[in-house]
């Protein structure tokens, strides 16, 4: 009895300078940074793509994202300096074509990253050169250099900025764009603004969580937190918070459990998502009775 | 001249809504337009916004009329059903035309906004989840919004549809009152046209081929016109072959 109690009680102290340590582990401290300000990003955006019906947006431009970063490293570029311009003419293009509506806007998106991801797998395989495929797909938590750091940074806090800025601008046009077009603001612009940033958070956030699951820290933290949340300024604020607590607790068990970081931030996620469900359920069942 | 339509053709595709339509609107003018269901007036009221292009002749705004100076109540939103935003947030989004290159809403912003929400009786409801409304109560929350948009022209598609007669009242009361008093231009559709004879001083009613615009009382003058109503599923031809009222057919 005593013994077992004293084996927890090891395993739990293990725990703790465990995590004690993780902070004080460089790779770690950058990913955390990192995925943190890109989560921040992420769910940012996602309310406005998910009210805006274009979620698949965020999973189109990351499949582009897989296929720019492998042309890159083929012609041995810097990664980012060819993703994010090509990220961001997609997302331009996507924006075109959904508003044009010759096209249906979700069968243009699956159109797009089907084929991008094709182009980027043929050319890993064909390239000589040793690009760990593993890594774009599913992020890896290793994979995040000083520069990307450092950059990811610069970025997010630009995306964070703009976003303040164009805050009431962005509800209005997301809540009815026709209304906003009629009284004179530039819908189009902010339509811009906003798949530009969604398309440089997409590209960042790909080296850490991959290609294949970037999309669900720009969806699950909006639909998470509508679950709740029944005013715009409340969506945004709880999303931010659960995307950043998601992420952080993602990484952190990924690498205690020793197992792929997007793999876990997504299933956290989901776990949120599942929570919050059953807190919105009950909210209503109780305002009922009330 | 605020607005002036020279010749309008609208159409979807290849089919033709509306085809040479000419009418102006001066400032202080309350333009009631009506005519069936499917006679194009929503789509002309998009072309009037420039929400919609036209195929042939052209929309000119004059007087200096800015788009943000409009005021706008869509017939159907876009707005989905499950959108979370409070009612105060729909209805102070209102004033986005206002804010420029600002990013936040003034304190004049806000009480105008408040300021529209008292004239709509929809104060008490300024903080609930404007999806958990009544059809007759999110009507409400987009007209106090048009009417935070407006500074010189408010365009309204079936601003009734959906309200009890005492708001029905009131909201006739409110357009008027703009109009006469506070000299805002109003063009607004509507489906009864015994107030719109009532209130407005224009009339441009639809009706197939036939259009007929001109002040209220030509319209009244003109007995085929005012049959138009009545006679509409009957008849192709309007008043308008008959000469003698100011209809352009
Ligand atoms: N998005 C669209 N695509 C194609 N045709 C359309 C579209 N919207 C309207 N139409 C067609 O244009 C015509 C005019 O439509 P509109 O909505 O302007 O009518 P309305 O006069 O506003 O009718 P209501 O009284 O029912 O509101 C209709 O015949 C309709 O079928
Ligand atoms: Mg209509």
């Given at each position: 009895m005593v013994a077992v109690k004293k084996e927890g009680a090891i395993v739990m102290g293990e725990y703790f300078t465990l995590i004690i340590q993780i902070f004080q582990l460089p790779f770690m401290i950058r990913a955390l940074i990192v995925g943190v300000l890109i989560s921040l990003c992420a769910s940012l955006l996602g309310v406005s793509l998910v009210l805006k019906r274009y979620s698949m947006i965020g999973d189109g431009l990351s499949h582009v994202g897989f296929g720019a970063l492998a042309l890159a490293a083929a012609f041995n570029v810097t990664p980012l300096y060819v993703a994010i311009p090509v990220v961001i003419l997609t997302a331009f293009l996507l924006l075109r074509v959904n508003e044009s509506g010759k096209l249906k806007g979700d069968a243009a998106v699956a159109m797009i990253s089907a084929s991008a991801l094709a182009i980027g797998v043929l050319i890993v395989s064909v390239s000589?050169?040793?690009?760990?495929l593993n890594s774009y797909l599913f992020g890896s938590i290793y994979a995040i250099s000083n520069q990307d750091m450092y950059l990811s940074i610069c970025l997010s806090v630009a995306v964070i900025l703009l976003y303040l800025v164009f805050y009431n601008k962005m509800f209005a046009v997301v809540f009815d764009e026709n209304f906003a077009r009629a009284t004179g603001a530039k819908a189009t612009a902010y339509n811009m603004v906003m798949a530009c940033l969604t398309a440089v958070t997409v590209v960042v956030g790909m080296r850490l969580v991959?290609?294949?699951?970037?999309?669900s820290l720009i969806i699950f933290p909006a639909l998470t937190s509508m679950r709740i949340c029944k005013t715009f300024k409340k969506v945004i604020i709880s999303s931010s918070a659960v995307g950043i607590v998601c992420i952080v607790v993602g990484i952190i068990s990924s690498f205690l459990l020793d197992v792929p970081a997007s793999a876990c931030i997504v299933l956290i996620n989901l776990t949120a998502y599942i929570i919050f469900t059953v807190i919105g359920f009950i909210k209503e069942k109780y305002s009922k009775e009330a | 001249m605020l607005i002036e339509c020279k010749n309008v053709r609208l159409a979807y595709e290849n089919h033709i809504v509306a085809d040479n339509l000419s009418f102006s609107v001066n400032k202080g003018d309350y333009l009631c337009i009506i005519g069936e269901n499917g006679s194009g007036k929503t789509t002309l009221m998009k072309a009037l916004l420039g929400l919609k292009t036209v195929e042939a002749g052209s929309i000119s705004h004059g007087?200096?009329?800015?788009?943000?100076?409009i005021g706008y109540l869509p017939q159907?939103?876009?707005?989905?059903?499950?959108f979370p935003a409070s009612v105060w947030e729909v209805v102070l989004s209102g004033r986005i035309n206002r804010l420029g290159f600002k990013p936040f809403y003034s304190s004049k912003d806000r009480k105008i906004a408040e300021e529209n929400m008292a004239r709509l009786n929809i104060t008490n409801i300024k903080d609930k989840c404007y999806r958990e409304l009544s059809g007759g109560q999110q009507q409400r929350v987009l007209l106090a919004r048009a009417l935070c948009a407006t500074q010189k022209l408010l365009l309204l598609d079936e601003p009734v549809a959906g309200l009890d007669l005492l708001a029905t009242e009131e909201m006739y009361h409110i357009i008027y009152d703009l109009n006469r008093q506070n000299g805002i231009t109003v063009i607004m559709i509507t489906h009864d046209v015994d107030r719109a004879v009532r209130d407005a001083t224009h009339i441009l009613h639809l009706h197939k081929k036939d259009v007929f615009f001109g002040e209220k009382s030509h319209y009244l003058e003109c007995d085929t016109c005012r049959q138009f109503n009545q006679n509409e599923a009957e008849s192709g031809h309007g008043c308008c072959k008959k000469g003698g009222c100011h209809c352009n057919g």
């Open positions: 000589e050169t040793n690009v760990d991959g290609s294949l699951l970037i999309s | 007087e200096g009329l800015r788009q943000n100076e159907q939103t876009g707005i989905q059903k499950d």
